[in-house]
């Protein structure tokens, strides 16, 4: 369901004070005190990554950013070459950095930093990957992601696997069967992951992407199976929630920072939405032109999970591109990976 969000203040300083409206229950409630204010820092972004190599050629996707140790920063991210044929003629890259800025793209004992994936023909690669670290464990770098596979008539399905360095992953096991085909979103709290990620609502006969939540123990076993939270209005601008974009900020508060879509139009919008205290809730903010500068970039993606830089501000992560949605499978197209500083105070 979509509720009509409440005014946006924005002051000179560039903050914004949310106010927004519940989803759930389809009366429309208002939240009487923002729970946070958002500043994006002017002049703060940074192109982080380009394409350079052949197996990046056609294009970039998805990637994770994480900062396990000081100076020690990792990324994980999609590439495809000029022989594209869908998202499993791909591969998953890796690169690492000192400061989150200038990266290495490379692998220990290789020429190359390909972690997954064969490119065309196999069409054995991984897409919508989440990675993230539960300290304390043996391996703690966790990965959820979409795959076929081989062993049922190349079927879609959702694989999770742990790694202890990032680098070296195993114990691979099928979460649903079933693709979720939008970059997932994982966050922890206390010994549960609430996994945010694409679902679908149909109206008159037409689907309609919109945002999702599941939750499972450590062990990834399902305690809820993924439901609706984030319905956008069939008749708006913007039908179609492409992604979750989520982090987490307090115990109370996940932040999420999705594309809003017109697939007839191919015209996006990077939004904020939040949950807080379990309850989802939309905001008229627009990041859009503070991410993309102006700049001729037809298409966006927020990553999930901010980097803290600082008191109450963080890296965001995202990537932009010359390419319009439809026209995946063309050449030409430039991407970028960038990060800019934004402040958020709950």
Known sequence: MFCRPFSCLITFTVIFLVTGCAVRPRVTVGQP??????????QSREVVLRQTFPWEQQMMGYFKVLKPSRGHWQMWYSGWDVHRKDDYSGYLLYAESKDGRNWQKRLPGSAKNILRGTGHPQR????????????????PYKMIY????????????????????????QHRKVLWNRKHDSQFSVIQKDNRFYIYLRYWTTVKNRRYRTIGRAVTDQDWNV????????????????PHLYNPAAS???????????????EATNKVRIGVLYTYRERPFFTSLDLTGQLLEKEKNNWAIVCPGLIPAGKHTYWLYYYATN????????????FSYYRIKIKIIP
Do not use: C
């Not at 115990?251 to 017109?262: I, Q």
């Not at 995946?328 to 430039?334: E, H, L, P, W």
């Open 33 to 42: 005190k923002p729970p946070f204010k958002i500043r994006v820092i002017a």
């Open 124 to 139: 054995d690669g991984i897409v919508e990957q989440d990675v993230f670290i539960v300290p304390g464990t043996a391996h």
């Open 146 to 169: 979409t795959a076929r596979d081989p062993e049922d008539d190349n079927k879609e399905k959702t694989y999770v696997e742990e790694s202890a360095d990032g680098i070296h992953w």
């Open 223 to 238: 305690i809820e199976e993924p439901v609706n939270i984030f319905t956008a209005d069939p008749n708006s601008d913007f």
């Open 248 to 262: 987490n900020i307090t115990s109370d508060l996940d932040l999420l920072f999705p594309t809003f879509f017109n």
């Open 323 to 334: 390419m319009v949605h439809s026209d995946y499978d063309k050449s030409g197209r430039n």
